[in-house]
């Protein structure tokens, strides 16, 4: 069976009937026949099938011819430029439409000066017009007369097209544009839309390299970093970014990375400094500080209140008349004294509780001192004094007691009618 693009080559210069013609296409591609549409049309009355039996319909033979060309995907067929995804026959270059090929007439057996002409068998078509032969400097190929040197149809022998983007000069298809394929690029470039492409995706491209319209650069090595130095296959070391006042960690800006990194009272804890924890003291109290922190301490005990963060004891209160040790859980103060000779006792004062807290020659009784009482000898007479009482033992009747506690007569003159010499009066 013949391939397919030769039948469909065939198929284009059919001129009884898209239709017709389908259907005569697809029993020679069926039946294996090596013939042309032509030969199909003229025996195609004495042709017998039954379309049932047929695997693909004309339908779909119209779909594949028009998916060949959609969006000029393959290129175009010689005669042809693409024009908004569609292919069309290059007028430009004097090629037009007869029935399914761009034909360029001036040069056709088939259409010779028109569509509508064709030349005979032993005839060429030279500059459009059927003739015996060709000019000089040109020779037949197909049934049409081409300059060898310069045919884009045929460039240096019969049956050489060259491309889209070729021009024939000198017999041999030059490339019109940067390039037609690879080797018209330097190195190991492509040639990608008649331009030299160092790459056309990442895969072209080295290690730590990306493909950026055609040109492979150097990945930037500092993707995902913030700072440090980083490089890669292709890169030189680069530093990343700065942190300012932060600090630098694998690659990373981060708050600190010790200590020292953190201000007074601060610690490290996971690349952030974090205040110092305070801690308080057994008796603190109140609300205690570093320079990032405060924290409020416990209270105080019984009979305590905070001041200024320090636990001190309640202020006495006593009584008017209170005195002695008045405690409380954190104090032993007391509310004042009795005076400089008095006891406190039940938290009242008083003189005394024995004798020994009394002065001298006095005795306590009921709490209170008192003088003891004054014992007089019968001769005695006079003053007899002690530390408390100026009372005296009895007196000498009429004479008058002297100095030595005796009993006399006199003591000065004036006690006698004329003189007194030693306690006794003299004439």
Request: hydrophobic share 20%; proline share 2%.
């Amino acid at each position: 069976m013949p391939p397919f693009p030769f039948v469909v080559h065939r198929f284009r210069h059919c001129d009884r009937g898209v239709a017709a013609c389908a259907i005569a296409l697809l029993i020679a591609v069926v039946g294996g026949w090596g013939v042309g549409c032509d030969g199909l049309m003229a025996d195609l009355d004495s042709v017998e099938f039954s379309a049932p039996e047929l695997d693909v319909g004309v339908e779909d033979v119209a779909v594949e011819e028009e998916d060949v060309v959609e969006g000029c995907q393959p290129d175009c067929e010689f005669g042809e430029v693409c024009d908004g995804g569609t292919c069309v026959c290059d007028e430009d270059e004097g090629y037009e439409r007869c029935g399914e090929e761009c034909v360029d007439t001036s040069a056709s057996h088939e259409y010779c000066g028109s569509c509508a002409e064709s030349c005979s068998d032993g005839e060429v078509c030279s500059d459009g017009i059927c003739d015996d032969g060709c000019s000089s400097g040109e020779v037949p190929c197909d049934g049409a007369c081409f300059d060898l040197e310069t045919s884009d149809a045929h460039c240096g022998e019969c049956g050489v097209q060259c491309g889209g983007d070729e021009m024939c000069e000198n017999g041999q298809c030059q490339c019109v544009e940067e390039c037609c394929d690879d080797g018209d690029c330097e190195g190991e470039d492509i040639c990608e839309e008649n331009e030299c492409l160092e790459c056309l995706t990442d895969e072209d491209c080295g290690d730590d390299e990306s493909c950026v319209e055609g040109e492979c650069h150097c990945d930037d090595p500092c993707v995902g970093l913030q700072c440090g130095v980083a490089s890669n296959e292709c890169a030189e070391e680069v530093t990343c970014g700065d942190c300012g006042d932060d600090k630098c960690s694998d690659h990373q800006c981060v708050e600190c990375t010790g200590d020292a990194d953190c201000g007074d009272d601060k610690n490290c804890q996971g690349n952030q400094c974090v205040c110092d924890e305070l801690v308080c003291e057994e008796d603190d109290c109140g609300t205690i500080f570093n320079s990032c922190s405060s924290k409020e301490c416990g209270g105080c005990g019984t009979d305590e209140s905070c001041s200024e963060n320090q636990c001190v004891c309640d202020e006495l209160v006593c009584n008017e008349d209170q005195c002695g040790e008045i405690s409380n859980s954190c104090s032993t103060e007391d509310c004042g004294g009795c005076g400089e000779d008095g006891i406190c006792e039940n938290n009242e004062c008083i003189e005394c509780i024995v004798s020994i807290d009394c002065g001298e020659d006095e005795i306590c009784e009921n709490n209170q001192c008192k003088c003891e009482d004054l014992s007089c000898d019968d001769i005695e007479c006079g003053e007899i004094s002690n530390a408390c009482s100026v009372d005296y033992c009895g007196g000498c009747d009429e004479e008058h007691c002297n100095a030595d506690n005796e009993c006399v007569e006199c003591l000065t003159d004036s006690h006698c009618a004329a003189l007194c010499e030693n306690g006794s009066c003299v004439l």
